[in-house]
């Protein structure tokens, strides 16, 4: 399958590495709106054309469209792509509010379009042993959850973080977004939220790069803290945070009836995957991970794109899907609304659990 990335930034060097690697998929073409960044993405991967994103949404030989621009233009760029007969994958979010969620839906749905959509670290070997876990039973019936995500921000190593701190980003739907997502592949969709937020600190400092030194203007609040309640019963505990750490607290734990699954951090694709089971009394012990698909791949962004081009050719729509970001969007939305407004909040989307990767499920790169 023929790719065409739009958004040549920080991001797209990693998809890149894995998708230049992956004999599944062939990029064509690289575009951005800086075109010498286009350029120096093209000859670092040997990438053939570097394209206007009109000229690459006009090339008949691109099949997918892989949309890594901010996350302000996700929606503007993944709706022209679908205009054009191009399946989409994009970057999360979809897109910042729930009306553009769900135009996408539609758009792609009246034209046989698929759209997918990261976080794709939910098909790596460590969330997908914990699916498997959870699904086989090892701790019983799900009854409860923590999740936590807490860093003093990313000023510290990005050298343009300013966006992270704004509205369609903050550290809820930034890295939020990956617990998020991985819950609800877990657990299911989510019916009800409660939530409360504050900004830690009116401004930040950039910490590395050319404008290091710089102060820039908190826009988000930057810890929040919530309560989720699925459509399961399960109830969950959620915290993000910039500028918070060294807590030492359990990046995701899922309890149950028979013993608790620690999970490894959802930003990441390998493990370790522990358990603690009532029933021996033994403790925590490691799980062996269930796949290797992952393995020497610290950073496989773009394994969703590659399981994209799978589904396409089988005919079925992608595990990372739009309709799991959507509902996952929404619910973050939801938490918003329901700090903003001091109320329980009732998710309007929901969608299905995707089915669990096949055993023996491979990542196959070139020269390997």
């Given amino acids: 399958m023929k790719l065409g990335v739009i958004g040549c930034g920080t991001v797209s060097e ?20 800086v075109m010498e960044r286009a350029q120096a993405r093209a000859a ?45 994958w994009t970057e999360k979010p979809l897109g910042v509010d729930r009306a553009q969620g769900a135009a996408l839906l539609q758009e792609a749905a009246q034209r046989g379009l698929q759209v997918g959509c990261a976080p794709d670290t939910v ?16 701790i019983g019936e799900p009854l409860a959850a923590t999740a936590f995500f807490m860093t003093l921000g990313p000023e510290r190593w990005h050298p343009d973080p300013v966006f992270l ?29 409660t939530a409360f937020g504050r900004r830690l600190f009116p401004q930040r400092v950039i910490g590395s790069g050319p404008h290091a030194g710089e102060t ?34 359990p990046r995701m734990q899922v309890y149950g009836s028979r013993g608790v699954l620690n999970a490894p951090d959802p930003n990441a694709f390998g493990g370790p995957v522990k358990a603690n089971l009532h029933a021996d009394g033994a403790g925590w012990r490691d799980v062996p991970l269930a796949y ?9 962004r773009g394994l969703g794109v590659i399981e994209m081009a799978q589904a396409l050719a ?27 407004d ?27």
């Avoid at 369609?168 to 019916?191: E, F, K, S």
């Avoid at 699925?230 to 109830?235: I, K, Q």
């Fill in 123 to 138: 098909l790596g070997a460590g969330l997908q042993t914990c699916r498997k876990l959870v699904d086989e039973g090892l």
């Fill in 216 to 249: 820039f203007t908190v826009g988000v609040d930057t810890y929040v803290t919530c309560i989720l309640q699925f459509a399961s019963g399960v109830l969950a505990t959620l915290i993000t945070t910039f500028g918070i750490s060294g807590g030492n607290l």
């Fill in 44 to 88: 670092q991967f040997g990438v053939g054309r570097v394209y206007s994103q009109a000229e690459l949404l006009a090339d008949p030989a691109i099949d997918l469209v892989v949309n890594l621009t901010l996350p302000s233009t996700h929606f503007e760029v993944t709706m022209a792509a679908l205009r054009a007969g191009k399946h989409v």
């Fill in 165 to 193: 701190y704004q509205p369609g980003a903050g550290p809820m739907l930034d890295v939020g977004i990956y617990y998020v997502t991985a819950l609800v592949n877990l657990l299911g969709p989510v019916r009800c939220v």
């Fill in 314 to 340: 089988e005919g079925r729509p992608p595990r990372a899907s739009a309709a799991i970001a959507h509902h996952a969007l929404d619910v973050i939305l939801s938490i918003f609304e329901s700090a903003a």
């Fill in 14 to 33: 990693v998809y890149l590495q894995n998708l230049v690697a992956s004999p599944a998929v062939e990029v064509v073409a690289c575009s951005d709106l």
């Fill in 342 to 368: 001091g109320r329980h909040v009732t998710v309007a989307s929901t969608c299905e659990r995707p089915s669990p990767l096949p055993a023996g499920t491979t990542m196959a790169r070139r020269g390997r």
């Fill in 292 to 300: 290797d698909h992952t393995d020497g791949c610290d950073n496989c």
